[in-house]
């Protein structure tokens, strides 16, 4: 499905905390690639890792200095301006400002050696980039790149696609690997599967989790769950086994940042209500997935 587009956009005094927290995982960003990936000579996903091998190959095959910031917004805007339509305009305004800060804080940070152990650079790189993506994606923005296939992905098949992004990332390893050495085409494996598993643990827009509710109070519950969010809930009529009383079980599927909120709300509204959740893979059909601004 193509995600539908506000009219008009407005901002909130919740936009000002929205951009601090943009500005600071882009400065982390920055950091971790000077730091870490360029330090150690790693090649991280995305379009960080492929503007640093069109940097690196241009250098060494053709003796041109090309930034690896000019490349990577360069990469940025062209994607953003293809995908304009498909994805909220507001997070790409905000996309464009992480591209555009961490595109000027890694050209002017210098470029240090944390240490000398290319596991451990490989280890905390990857933390660190992973940290950066997954705190900018819960501010209704993204670090760029692969980041804005992966959401446009996630919004039409309605599932995590993160995973499918590092499968592409294997690409640009064996090019590294063939041309610069395959240890550092190895350890920068390690560099993205670390940042990718930081990223699925803190972005769960694309995640889904199942509710099962049995209640005495089904009308309340459902109205409750309403007013957090719009998604469609299921009432079955049973019976207790033991009690022999009736009971109503509401069946319902929320995406896993939204949880905490719904089973906040049911259990004021029925305190004796009696949930379970499960984790699920995937949603086929209708599903109401609130759309990014």
Sequence with gaps: MTTSQSPKLRFTKHDIVIVVNVLLSSFLYSFGMNYFAKSGNLFPGGYGGLSRLLSEVFLKFFHVNISFSIIYFTMNIITVILLWRHIGHKFMIYSCLFVTSSSILTAIL???????????????????????????????????????????????????????????????????????????ALYSIIYQYVSTQIVNL????????????????????????FKVCRHGITKVPCEGAFSHSARWLLLTTVNTYELQDVIRS???????????????????????????E
């Design 202 to 225: 803190l972005h769960q827009r694309y995640k889904f989790s199942r509710l099962d509710i049995v209640t005495t109070q089904p009308d309340e519950v459902c109205s409750a769950i």
């Design 110 to 184: 210098p470029v240090r050696t944390v240490t000398e152990d290319i596991l451990l650079i490989s280890v905390f790189g990857g933390v660190i980039s992973g940290l950066a993506t997954g705190i900018v994606l819960r501010n209704n923005a993204s670090s760029g790149g692969t980041d804005f296939i992966a959401i446009w992905m996630s919004s039409k098949y309605n599932k995590p696609t993160w995973n499918y992004i590092m499968a592409g990332n294997a690409v640009i390893l064996v090019l590294a690997g063939i041309l610069f050495g395959w240890d550092k």
């Design 266 to 292: 049911i259990k004021q509204t029925d305190p004796t209500a009696f949930i379970t959740v499960s984790q699920i893979g995937r949603i086929i059909g209708n599903y109401h997935q609130t759309p990014l």
